[in-house]
């Protein structure tokens, strides 16, 4: 038995890149644009461990290159839906009872891996998907997303460190607990830190997800996923679907098990 208390690394804001002419992240960047633009994807759907394939393929090209196709990604049905939370559920019960030091390691260990080689891939993925320059790019795919990750990390410590006061003869102790069934997380298009971290922040917490990313920030999806997947996130604590929004919550709001909604876009 651990003998020991955990102490989350205390959080400091990542430093923003210059991309400045002649500096290493610059040219690392542009290569790493490039070799994407230059190649197409095919990208799954994630339900618990399968990488999850249909006929149905949509085409996905930049904002400002309405012509160049970089990818598809595979169009589900209410039945990956169901899938997807089926997954979720599964996964439940090993993941909330995970000592909570252990999963936020998973998202701290993301954090590093977005800070060092990740960060070229993220934000060449912003810059192709959501046509942002290098700069914004670097402040939203990387920067903000690496200070969600850590900031979180120590706001979870925070939570669980809240107890209310004892009287004599008493300790008293306030137990938190995940919520009953899973949370559908839907995200915006427009920046890739948010799309991360509404499902990231709901794990971390001990909650299972099934999430679905608006349809024209799938590109940039995808590498959330390798991400988290590289970190060591098990299987089906994050599942993301990419399904038509209605038919989604049609299984989603009708289940018996559907706990949460984490949303943040246009209605």
């Not at 984490?262 to 209605?267: A, C, M």
Request: hydrophobic share 40%.
């Amino acid at each position: 038995m651990s003998k020991g208390i955990y102490n989350v690394p205390y959080p400091i804001n990542e430093t923003v890149l210059s991309y400045g002419p002649g500096t290493p992240e610059r040219e690392e960047l542009k290569a790493k644009y490039k070799e994407m633009f230059n190649s197409t994807i095919d990208v799954p759907m994630y339900i618990g461990s399968e990488e999850v394939r249909t006929e149905k393929k949509v085409s996905m090209s930049p904002p400002h290159d309405h012509q160049h196709v970089i990818g598809h990604f595979n169009f589900g049905t209410k039945k990956h839906v169901e899938d997807a939370i089926n997954a979720a559920l599964e996964a439940k019960e090993a993941w909330s009872n995970m000592p909570w030091e252990h999963r936020v390691s998973i998202f701290l260990k993301a954090a590093d891996l977005l800070a060092g080689p990740y960060r070229a891939k993220m934000n060449a993925a912003t810059m192709l998907a959501q046509s942002k320059n290098a700069y914004q790019a670097e402040i939203d795919a990387s920067c903000e997303l690496i200070d969600f990750l850590r900031f979180n990390a120590a706001f979870v410590q925070d939570i669980y460190g809240q107890q209310p006061e004892s009287s004599d003869g008493i300790w008293n102790r306030l137990e938190y607990r995940p919520l009953e069934g899973f949370v559908f997380c839907i995200t915006p298009f427009n920046f890739t830190a948010i799309a991360a971290n509404l499902p990231a922040c709901v794990a971390m917490m001990g909650n299972t997800v099934v999430w679905k990313p608006a349809d024209s920030q799938v590109y940039s999806a995808q590498v959330i996923m390798e991400l988290f997947r590289e970190a060591g996130l098990p299987d089906g604590v994050i599942n993301m679907v990419t399904v038509d929004g209605p038919e989604a919550g049609e299984v989603v709001f009708n289940h018996r098990d559907f706990a949460g909604l984490h949303f943040t876009g246009s209605t």
